[in-house]
């Protein structure tokens, strides 16, 4: 959306300009084959941690140097495993909220706002704060008095097409 003028409200600010809302979107089968290879790659990372973890523990109690290098390089080895395993980019992947289905489609109910400056150089983005969204009607949309478990007067309806909205 575009802000035509910046918005200030107590603490908080809006920038001028173009405003992006995004939510992770997967279809049922991509859902589906992520959450077994973050479930392997979990796997994978635990033992590696274990072996980290005992391997470390071992090479501090031993007093020979040979064993020590060994253990120091199976603690290594455990390390290597547990970078290539992929558990922390599965780890910071929304796979396990909650989705709003959508015509086929799984939405993350947790997004993003996020702006960007319209520099010609590619200036970084800039995280606004989060978005939740739900699945609800069109008739509720008049009705609803509660929004991000705070009472607030409900937004007016606009008399929007409930044709062109998404409908489960």
Request: net charge neutral; charged share 30%.
């Amino acid at each position: 959306m575009n802000v035509p003028q910046e918005i200030k409200r107590n603490d908080a600010k809006i920038p001028s300009g173009r405003v992006y809302l995004t939510f992770p979107v997967y279809s049922k089968e991509s859902l589906q084959h992520l959450k077994e290879r973050k479930e392997k790659a979990e796997e994978v990372a635990n033992e590696a941690m274990e072996r980290l973890k005992n391997e470390s523990a071992m090479m501090e109690q031993t007093d020979n140097p040979i064993m020590k290098a060994l253990h120091f390089r199976q603690a290594c080895k455990a390390h290597e495993d547990l970078d290539y395993s992929g558990y922390r980019s599965y780890k910071s992947m929304p796979l396990d909220k909650e989705m709003v289905e959508l015509k086929g489609l799984h939405v993350c109910s947790v997004g993003t706002l996020w702006t960007k400056d319209e520099n010609v150089f590619g200036s970084p983005q800039t995280l606004l704060g989060s978005a939740s969204m739900m699945l609800g009607d069109i008739s509720d949309l008049v009705e609803k008095k509660e929004v991000a478990r705070r009472n607030r007067k409900p937004t007016a309806y606009d008399g929007l097409d409930p044709d062109l909205l998404l409908r489960p």
